[in-house]
C-alpha cells in the first residue's frame, strides 16, 4: 500500500498551496485514494476520497476544501451533489462525462487507469467534469491524452516502471507533461513528490474486450 506526500503549488507563479498526505492501494474491485489536505502553514485544508472500479470507472468519490462537499460517482455519465458550506443547500449535477479530474494527483492516476493506453499510440480525447479548489466548482473540460513513452528504471527496491503523458487541454491547447509509476504521480504540474515509504502498486493488466467495452461507453457518454 503506497503511502507518501505530496507537495502541491500554484503552476503559474509556483506559490506553495500546502500538502497531500496520502495513502492508495488495489483491491478486488479496483483502487481507491484517501489524502488529507493541509496547507502552508499546517492547518487542515481538506480531504479526498476516491474509489475506482477495475476499469478506472469512478464509483465513489468525496471531496472537501473550504467547508464544501462534492460526492459524485459514475451514473449516466457522472452525478454528484456539491454541498454549501453553511449546509443548507445542495445542488445536483450529471454531464455526459467519463470521470472526475481536479487538483488532487488521484484524478492523473484514475484517468490514465481509465484510458489505459499504449505507449506511442495516437492522442485519445476524454471528457471530464473538473473539481478544483477553493470552492469545488464544476467545470466540464476536454482534454487529450497520449502514453509517449513507457520506461524501466532501476531502484535500490528493484525496476520501476515509468509512463510519461502528454496531456493537451482542448480548450486552451496548453500542454503538459506528467510522470506516473503505477499509482503513484512521480511528477506532474503544481505536483511533486516529497515522501514515498513504499514502492507503487502494478495494476494488474485487463481484458481487451473490456477496453473495448468501456471505449464504446465512453463515446456514447461523451457525444
Same mark, same amino acid.
Given at each position: ?23 492508495? $492501494?488495489?483491491?478486488?474491485? #479496483? ?5 488529507? %489536505?493541509? =496547507?502552508?502553514?499546517?492547518?487542515? *485544508? @481538506?480531504?479526498?476520497?476516491? $474509489?475506482?472500479?477495475?476499469? #478506472? ?5 468525496? %471531496?472537501? =476544501?473550504?467547508?464544501?462537499?462534492? *460526492? @459524485? ?36 492516476v484514475s484517468t490514465a487507469r481509465l484510458l489505459h493506453l ?41 525496476p520501476l516502471l515509468v509512463d510519461t503523458y502528454r496531456i ?56
Open positions: 500500500m503506497p503511502r507518501g506526500r505530496y507537495s502541491l503549488h500554484d503552476t503559474h507563479d509556483h506559490t506553495p498551496l500546502g500538502e497531500e498526505h496520502f495513502h492508495c $492501494a488495489p483491491g478486488p474491485s #479496483g483502487w481507491r485514494y484517501v489524502s488529507q %489536505l493541509t =496547507a502552508p502553514d499546517g492547518g487542515h *485544508r @481538506g480531504s479526498v476520497d476516491l $474509489a475506482v472500479d477495475e476499469l #478506472g470507472r469512478p464509483i465513489r468519490m468525496e %471531496l472537501n =476544501a473550504s467547508s464544501w462537499q462534492v *460526492r @459524485g460517482a459514475a451514473i449516466d455519465g457522472v452525478t454528484w451533489v456539491r454541498t454549501d458550506p453553511t449546509g443548507s443547500e445542495a445542488t445536483e449535477g450529471n454531464v455526459r462525462a467519463s470521470g472526475f479530474t481536479g487538483t488532487s494527483p488521484a484524478f492523473l499504449a505507449p506511442g499510440a495516437p492522442a485519445t480525447r476524454i471528457r471530464l467534469v473538473a473539481l478544483t479548489d477553493p470552492v469545488l466548482a464544476p467545470r466540464t473540460v476536454d482534454q487529450a491524452w497520449q502514453l509517449t513513452e513507457r520506461a524501466e528504471h532501476a531502484t535500490d527496491s528493484g493537451s487541454a482542448l480548450d486552451t491547447g496548453e500542454v503538459h507533461t506528467v510522470h506516473l509509476a503505477g499509482d503513484v504521480v512521480l511528477s506532474a504540474p503544481g505536483i511533486e513528490l516529497e515522501h514515498l515509504e513504499t514502492p507503487p502498486s502494478v495494476f494488474p493488466e485487463r481484458d481487451q474486450d473490456e477496453d473495448r467495452d468501456r471505449d464504446q461507453d465512453r463515446d456514447r457518454d461523451q457525444y
